[in-house]
């Protein structure tokens, strides 16, 4: 049997683009009043491209652009899964890398691939991670 035959139906991706992410990720704690989805990526995506916009984040559109994802840990993104069914999906941590990195994708400039952590309540891995600032062992990207 060739690899691909073994393959289960229930395997969870290993990795995706920022597009990919964006049309999974239904939910987010990151969402302002009034808000969608779509208009929290573009609020994203024009923080990570304006240093003037965000100094946290300005530079990172241009610094994912040049030299990829940079430094332990922030090729990594954690999805929550919720709901009954699993059919809500959240973004625990990195909106700005993979709204940058999805505007890189669709302009043309370089494609992203970022690691997934699927964390499914009741699994082995259910808790969720800890926030980035608190997490002094992994560095941001700038």
Do not use: C
């Not at 999974?24 to 989805?37: A, C, H, R, Y």
């Amino acid at each position: 049997m060739a690899a691909h035959e073994h393959i289960n139906p229930y395997q969870m991706k290993l990795f995706a683009t920022g597009t990919e992410i964006q049309g999974i990720v239904n939910q987010s704690t990151d969402l302002q009043p009034g808000e969608d989805m779509s208009s929290m990526w573009e609020r994203k995506q024009r923080a990570a491209s304006d240093p003037e916009h965000d100094a946290a984040h300005g530079h990172l559109q241009e610094s994912l652009a040049t030299k990829g994802l940079v430094g332990h840990g922030n090729d990594r993104v954690h999805l929550l899964y919720g709901g009954g069914d699993q059919s809500q999906v959240a973004l625990g941590d990195a909106h700005h890398r993979v709204a940058a990195a999805a505007h890189l994708e669709r302009t043309g400039r370089r494609t992203v691939f970022f690691n997934l952590d699927h964390h499914v309540p009741g699994s082995a891995a259910a808790a969720p991670p800890k926030p980035m600032r608190d997490r002094p062992d992994r560095k941001f990207i700038m």
